[in-house]
């Protein structure tokens, strides 16, 4: 029973003894009354500092060029209206050098412009050629006081030749005509049975009344195309009248005729037109019983071949070189003009044929063009184009960039802005390629903020000397060199403060008080500043003190979760150490 009870006594005694121990440690004595606070230091050390902008922003080609197709410049003119894309030989992304070929072209319409309008040349220039009876290399020793020359246009014979000499001529007047009388041409009328039996192409004869003999004839045009005519005007010796003084009607066909004309045949003659039933075989003369003869009359219009000569400008007829009938060969001079309006007529002839020389020109600079080259050393930003594909000239069909220059902008705040400053150096860093730098500058510094979600922002702008690694669109970062110095005197940020609008710090005396002391301050980051003057390296300046604690809070001891109960003097500042400083106590009243 004793030893029980001696158990008991001892395990009491170690609990009570235990608990005593443990409300020592972790309860600790009533604080002795401070003497003052504790201040927490730093010292003013010499080093180098850099202060800079931060910002984020996407990269952009500052250079590029356009891939065009050639030609639609200045004003329209007769050229090209649209390519065919025959091949495409890029794509987006690769790199390409100056004049690289990167599409070809085709043009069936250029080549038929070209062609027409070589042929157009030709026909004006001989045409002006003639009339001055020079060869066409000499078109440019063309006088326009000299006048103009009207020529034959075809060979044959010359009739209705009525000027002379001195004779003002009108512009658009017929001066004469050049017929080929070799062949005539007749125009019959036939009447709806007639016309059942007629075709192009039939052997025909025909009957004069100013000489004897037939002379053969082939159809060569029918006109379908039946019209009412009045008998009256229709050769047709059988005509009477119905008695009651009317005119009466014929429903009439148009026929045209040509034969060889024998040299007597002239226009306005009246002839009698007999269709043959059978072909003449090759040497058999004509005979009158093998012909349908028609009811009417037809008449001799003209003659197959026959130019009228007209007169181009209003001026006075200075030379005639032939005479009415005359025989003459193409080309012959016939009739001289003189005049200011012949002189005017000169100039644009000459004119008209310049400006198609400068038309063709461009039309054969547009087929050699027919293939679109890279404007620039480069990457393929896009390309939008096809094969089969019809496009106009001028248009863009993609953009070339560099990645040797690029751009960004980015955006600093009201506070950052007034250190980012024109031509500042700039590094900028790529996530997508670690441990890479680019150097660049500010080309442009916003004067206006815009509103941000209540925060004011201005844009800057960065030039970057790039890479071939670079694309349009990465995020990249950018430092903004805001300047730096080397081997300055240095404090903390928290151990400056403003008072009467002047910089100041605190600093710890050697009785342990501070000292409120004027500083000029130079370059600051986000953790130190400059001090130009007022401070000596060495020197302790206040970063904070136990009197800045609200009643609430105290210095906590870095010993860890339970106190030291020591006699071991003044408690560690939470930021202090690194540079020397400490937890500096304020001396005891009276010391």
Known sequence: MMQRLGMILVIVTVVLGGGYYAYRQLVPPPAEEAQGPVYATEKVVRGDIAVGVDATGTLNPSNGGGIQVPGGYGPRTSGVSSYIVDEVLAKEGDNVKKDQLLVKLSSPELETKIENMEKQLKSDKKALAEQFNIPVSELSQINPAQGITLRAPISGRVIGLEV??????????????????????VTA?????EFETVKKGQQAVLRFSEFGGLIEAKVTNVNSSAA????????DAQYAGDGDGKEQYQLIYRVTLEGKNPGLVRPGMLVQVGLLTTALAVGEEPDATQANWLRYYAEVKGYVDEESVLSTAEAIATKIYVDEMETVEEGAPLVSLSGEDARQQIREDLDEIQQQEMDLQQLYAQFEQMEVRAPM???????????????????WLGHIYTTSDMQMWVQVDDVDVLLVKQDAPV?????????KTFEGKVTHVSTMGSDQNGIPRFQVGVQVTGSAELRPGMQAQAFIDAGSAEDVLMVPLEA?????????VEVLQDNGMPKV????IGLMNDRNAEIKSGLEEGQLVVTGSTADLLPSQHIQSQDGLLPSNGDGGGEEPANGGDNGGGSQPAPAKGE
């Not at 050393?377 to 248009?395: F, K, L, N």
């Open 228 to 235: 009412p005519i009045q008998r009256s005007q229709l050769k």
């Open 189 to 193: 009328s036939l009447t709806p049975g």
């Open 164 to 185: 002379s000499e001195g004779e003002e001529m009108l512009a658009g007047s017929i001066v004469a005509k050049v017929v080929d009388d070799s062949r005539f041409k």
């Open 517 to 520: 002391v004027k500083v000029e």
């Open 377 to 395: 050393d480069g990457i393929v930003a896009r390309i939008e184009s096809e094969p089969g594909q019809t496009i106009e000239p001028g248009r």
């Open 427 to 435: 590094t900028v860093t790529v996530a997508a390629l670690p441990n």
């Open 496 to 504: 400056i403060f403003e008072e009467d609008s002047q910089s100041k």
